[in-house]
Every structure is written in structure tokens, then in C-alpha cells.
């Protein structure tokens, strides 16, 4: 396969574990020196909204200084680079049908259980739902949003036909229907003149396979770092692909170390 030159990596079970900015290992942040380093362009690619995911990328990097064409992709909908002051908003839903969506859901006891997500009023283009301990104590309490996913999704995109939800590592999202993180992968790849093939994506959650597609399909490199054997299959199915034994942000550091390997070949 072509030399990777950039990294779309998403946040939350990717990079980070239970929402904490600061829970991820340290040998992580020096596997991204190295990337770096080697001239490979890092990028975040997470549901969260910008200004989380500069706090965190400032944490992954430190003192290095910003590339011009590394960016972050946010909400699933937008594109915001570095060196550009607008960002690139491909969809979403509008503030007014994010409030209806909201009423429909406390009316109808969809997400009995469930808060929304921190910063959720700061969101542009979409709304979320995690569960308590997700903001008390940084962990997910899996079965409960397993359990309240199917229905709120069900009753939500019919009511709906704009809307869609999914479910990522930690919450449940409702965003603009066939706004995905595919639509701000493809314009990366257009901003910047970096051809999908030689682009490889990190992700572990059913709102990061759109973008595995997009690159996989491709020919770019996917890294798989969750535990869904049917998302999986998926990734297998793809010419380039790494799943590594371990998952999570120790996953990432070995698909890190594999990419490295990769381009000296």
C-alpha cells in the first residue's frame, strides 16, 4: 500500500477511556511524537464539539507546534483546520429541531437513565445522551445504554426523518440524517490534496464506521481498536486493515508503531 501521510483518529474509546481527557496512557503521546515526527500528520476525528477536542489535542501534543494541514474533525458534520479560520459545516440539525427532538424524548421517557452529555447546549449540529456514571466517575454503564439505545433510536427516527442515532463508545447521539464522519473524512482528503489511500483511520464504535468505509474503501489503512465482532468482520473486509491485540489507547499506540513500520518498508 501507498506511504501513510495523515491520521484521522477518533476520541472516546479511541484515544481516551470514561470521557477524562487525561486517561490515556503514557507511552500514547510519545507513539504520536514519533508519527509526527516521521512527517505523518495527526488529526482528530471525534462526535465531540471543537473546542473539547483542541483541549485534548493540546494534551496529546504538547509543545509541538501545529501542522498547517492537521485539523480536527468535529460532531461528525465539520471540519476545522488549523491554519483556516472558518470551519467546513457539510450538515446538521438546526438548533430549533435539536429543542423539538429534546421535548419528543423528555415527553415520551426515552432516555430514563440517561443525562446529557457535558457541554451538550455548546454542541452545533447535534445532541447526546450518556449515562451518570459516565459524568461522576469516567466510566460507561454499558447494559444501560445498551438497553435504552434500540427504542430511543426507533421512536426518534421515526418521529423524525431528518434525524438519526447512533450509539458510540459512551452515549447515545442524535445528529442530521446521512451526516456522518465520512462527509468531513472526504473533505480532509479535498482540503488538503491527501488521496484517501494514503490516509489511515483509528476508531472503535459503530459512529466511526462511516469513516473506516470512506478511507477503507479506498484503499487507506483502518485500525480497529473496539471489541464489536460484527463491526469487526467489517474492517476485515477491507484490503488495508490492523486490529491490534490490545484495544482502547493501547491499541492505538501498537497501530501507531504498525503505521511507523508501514512506511519504513
Not at 430511543?152 to 450509539?167: L, N
Not at 445528529?175 to 494514503?198: E, H, N, W
Amino acid at each position: 500500500m501507498k506511504q501513510i501521510k495523515s491520521i484521522l483518529a477518533d476520541a472516546d474509546g479511541t484515544l481516551i477511556e470514561g470521557g477524562n481527557f487525561q486517561n490515556f496512557p503514557p507511552e500514547l503521546k510519545g507513539a504520536i511524537a514519533n508519527v509526527r515526527s516521521d512527517g505523518i500528520l495527526f488529526n482528530l476525528a471525534s462526535g465531540r464539539p471543537f473546542f473539547e477536542q483542541e483541549i485534548l489535542y493540546d494534551l496529546l501534543i504538547g509543545d509541538e507546534n501545529k501542522n498547517p494541514q492537521e485539523g480536527i474533525l468535529y460532531e461528525g458534520s465539520s471540519l476545522k483546520m488549523f491554519d483556516k479560520a472558518e470551519s467546513f459545516v457539510l450538515g446538521g440539525l438546526k438548533k430549533d429541531q435539536v429543542q423539538e427532538i429534546k421535548a419528543f424524548i423528555v415527553k415520551h421517557d426515552l432516555c430514563v437513565g440517561l443525562v446529557p452529555q457535558s457541554n451538550n447546549d455548546k454542541y452545533e449540529t447535534q445532541t447526546g445522551y450518556v449515562t451518570p456514571p459516565f459524568i461522576t466517575e469516567g466510566r460507561t454503564d454499558l447494559a444501560l445504554l445498551q438497553s435504552r439505545f434500540p427504542a430511543t433510536k426507533d421512536a426518534i427516527e421515526r418521529q423524525f426523518p431528518y434525524a438519526e442515532v447512533s450509539m458510540s463508545a459512551d452515549a447515545i447521539d442524535v445528529f442530521a440524517r446521512g451526516v456522518t464522519k465520512a462527509k468531513p473524512t472526504a473533505k480532509y482528503s479535498q482540503v488538503t490534496g491527501i488521496s484517501l489511500d494514503q490516509i489511515a483511520v483509528f476508531g472503535d464504535s459503530g459512529n466511526d464506521m462511516p469513516m473506516f468505509e470512506v478511507v477503507g474503501k479506498e484503499g487507506g489503512l483502518t485500525v480497529y481498536v473496539g471489541t464489536n465482532p460484527e463491526q469487526e468482520k467489517i474492517i476485515n473486509s477491507y484490503k488495508h486493515h490492523f486490529i491490534p491485540e490490545q484495544r482502547g489507547p493501547l491499541g492505538v499506540v501498537q497501530g501507531l508503531e504498525y503505521i511507523l513500520k508501514l512506511n519504513q518498508e
